[in-house]
């Protein structure tokens, strides 16, 4: 118990985790901002009625898992956008029973839609959007552990400060949808693969809680695209055959335990329902392309020219300085290959946006050895001024401030 105890104590937020709170604050700012000037849209009203559905009466109509037909792909999203509807209305049933009659939100007793209580419960857009923007902190608060562990303070700051005025983040999360969550699980999922690396070469006690953590990664990614969950178990599978040696031998075990934890995951998502579990592979929502429009889209948008020139000195600095050529700057840059070209042709997606946070990793690790380099003021400044053009331009796409 007292090394429990212990453990907790180990926690401090001291002056870095002060700062990226304040980073994470000003993301969640931002979301709140973009989530007051949008109004309901037939996605919205989808995602709340068949996710209300996954938790209130699954099984509708015979056949289907709910009304909206058999969720191929995507079943955390509906889950999670329908999750606080769900436990709102049973607060205001609740409540309900202290209202005077003609009050009652409920009349009668009667099952209402998302659109029959869009007037009573005035903050549904809210709601839709706050486990989304929640997913979207969470992204960003790993993104600065691992980056900060990697490279030190200087190195968490600048991936962080780049990643809370993105543009393209900050859409992902005031929508409902699958992205920022398949994101969270594939750069959960590859980093824990590299720490359980790492800890294969200590004691096995120190494996169990480090594989559980990477089974809940990998069941994030497959629970939102069940086509990421291949992609991080092989980029995670790789990583740990680079690092663990000595063990290689038991890395795949490992993986393949992560995998089919997952799996059980999304059965369970799917409220243990055979038929609609067995529909997400036979919908062919796990197909997957190869094009570099994406890529070109993304770093031809004005409002991510910051992070297109973070990552284009990264990549000059990666190629002209022999030092910056270690496997923590590797590891990512080959992730956001990966990840930028592809594409879901099953279903609706974008993986480029799981490539992101891989590529923020390595543009601030590359500048982070620039930074204990003989020119560290030069570089300090500069990815200042990077970061604070980022931040203007990203501040000038956010709607009402201009």
Avoid at 238 to 260: D, F, K, N, T
Avoid at 299 to 328: C, D, E, Q, V, W
């Amino acid at each position: 118990m007292t090394l429990r105890f212990g453990r907790i104590r180990r926690f401090h937020f001291n002056l870095p985790q002060r700062i990226a709170a304040g980073l994470l604050a000003l993301f969640l700012a931002q979301g709140l901002w973009l989530t007051e000037h949008q109004t309901l849209t037939d996605r919205d009203y989808q995602y709340a009625r068949c996710g209300r559905e996954t938790w209130e009466r699954p099984s509708a109509l015979a056949g289907y898992y709910t009304t909206c037909g058999n969720i191929h792909d995507g079943i955390l999203g509906f889950r999670l956008a329908g999750l606080p509807l769900t436990l709102n209305l049973l607060v205001e049933r609740g409540l309900d029973t202290f209202r005077k009659p003609e009050d009652k939100v409920f009349q009668a007793g009667g099952e209402m839609s998302t659109w029959e209580l869009r007037h009573q419960l005035t903050h549904v857009l809210l709601l839709l959007r706050l486990p989304f923007l929640l997913a979207g902190c969470l992204l960003g608060a790993s993104l600065w552990w691992v980056t900060r562990r990697l490279y030190g303070n200087l190195g968490g700051y600048t991936a962080l400060a780049l990643y809370c005025f993105s543009p393209a983040v900050l859409r992902a999360c005031v929508a409902p949808n699958a992205e920022v969550l398949a994101a969270v699980g594939v750069y959960g999922g590859v980093y824990t693969c590299i720490g359980v690396a790492h800890s294969m070469l200590g004691p096995r006690r120190k494996w169990r809680p480090r594989i559980v953590l990477l089974t809940i990664a990998f069941g994030v990614a497959a629970t939102s695209h069940i086509a990421a969950l291949p992609v991080v178990a092989l980029l995670g599978l790789l990583s740990m055959l680079w690092v663990a040696e000595g063990r290689r031998s038991q890395v795949l075990p490992v993986v393949l335990i992560a995998v089919v934890g997952a799996l059980l995951a999304v059965f369970a998502c799917y409220g243990f329902s055979p038929d609609a579990f067995s529909y997400v592979f036979r919908s062919g929502a796990g197909f997957l392309s190869v094009s570099l429009d994406p890529a070109r889209r993304f770093f031809s948008t004005l409002g991510n020219a910051g992070i297109t020139i973070a990552a284009a000195s990264a990549a000059l600095l990666y190629l002209g300085l022999k030092r910056a050529r270690y496997f923590g700057n590797t590891a990512p840059l080959l992730c956001a290959l990966v990840l930028f070209p592809l594409l879901l042709t099953g279903t609706q997606g974008s993986p480029w946006l799981w490539a992101l946070p891989f590529l923020l990793t390595f543009a601030s690790g590359v500048l982070a050895d620039a930074y204990d380099g003989p020119r560290g003021r030069l570089a300090m400044a500069a990815a200042g001024a990077i970061v604070l053009l980022q931040a203007v331009f990203c501040t000038m796409s956010l709607p009402g401030l201009l």
